[in-house]
């Protein structure tokens, strides 16, 4: 069983640009979950994707988009890129939404300059 | 607004000893919570979990406690190895919305 992959490892992004950050779920999870974590700070919701859909969105603004495809692989976008961006993206996968544990995978450190 | 707090940033213990884990929420809401383990360079990986209508819920070496009266649960590492060094976080499910709260992390050092 192929536990949950995300990519880039670590990228490094000029303020203003826009980034694409992927995620492949774990065999078997409809569901993915999209977390912020910034240094000395636990992870902070984004959105959560179920069969495709938008399932529930935290406190970020609408230049944090995402998508999920049918095999439930997902992306992260962020535009117009800020310093404060500059975090660990992790994405989690679980097999259904509501309160189900979360499987995560090992991040992509962003750095933006 | 932090509604899930862990207050102590770190703590060391002996091996074979007991480790203890804290942690708070303000939301009497929340019915279902969950501890987490990371390591550097490695994304957090789930230990345990409660649900809101137990109060107890043990797994080989860990056992969470939960005090909904207190708003307050806790893990329990017995005994405690090096390999459990890392930082410990617990989480709660916010019902309705999907997205699951985490709090600030304790590190956890076992010394050999």
């Known amino acids: 069983e192929t536990g949950v992959t995300q990519s880039p490892t670590h990228l490094i992004k000029t303020r203003g640009q826009q980034v694409t950050l992927r995620c492949s779920s774990q065999?078997?999870?409809?569901?993915v979950s999209w977390y912020q974590q910034a240094l000395g700070q636990g992870p902070q919701f984004i959105f959560q994707?179920?069969?495709?859909?938008?399932?529930g969105r935290g406190n970020f603004p609408p230049r944090f988009s995402g998508l999920q495809f049918p095999n439930y692989s997902s992306e992260l976008n962020v535009n117009a890129l800020e310093l404060d961006d500059s975090a660990l993206y992790l994405c989690?996968?679980?097999?259904?939404?509501?309160?189900?544990?979360?499987?995560f995978g090992p991040g992509t450190r962003l750095t933006v300059t | 607004d932090q509604q899930v707090k862990q207050n102590s940033p770190s703590l060391s213990v002996q091996e074979g000893r007991i480790s203890i884990l804290n942690c708070d929420y303000t939301?009497?809401?929340?019915?279902?919570f969950l501890w987490y383990k990371k390591y550097p360079a490695e994304g957090p990986t789930f230990l345990i979990s409660?649900?809101?209508?137990?109060d107890k819920n043990e797994d080989g070496r860990f056992t969470v406690f939960l005090n909904k009266s207190a708003k307050h649960l806790s893990l329990h590492i017995v005994p405690s190895q090096p390999g459990d060094s890392a930082v410990y976080f617990c989480?709660?499910?916010?019902?309705?919305?999907?997205?699951?709260?985490f709090g600030t992390g304790t590190r956890l050092k076992v010394l050999a």
């Open positions: 989690a996968s679980s097999p259904g939404g509501g309160a189900y544990e979360q499987y």
């Open positions: 065999s078997g999870h409809n569901t």
């Open positions: 994707y179920y069969r495709e859909e938008e399932n």
């Open positions: 939301n009497s809401m929340f019915d279902y």
């Open positions: 409660i649900s809101s209508i137990k």
């Open positions: 989480a709660a499910s916010d019902p309705g919305t999907y997205k699951y709260i």
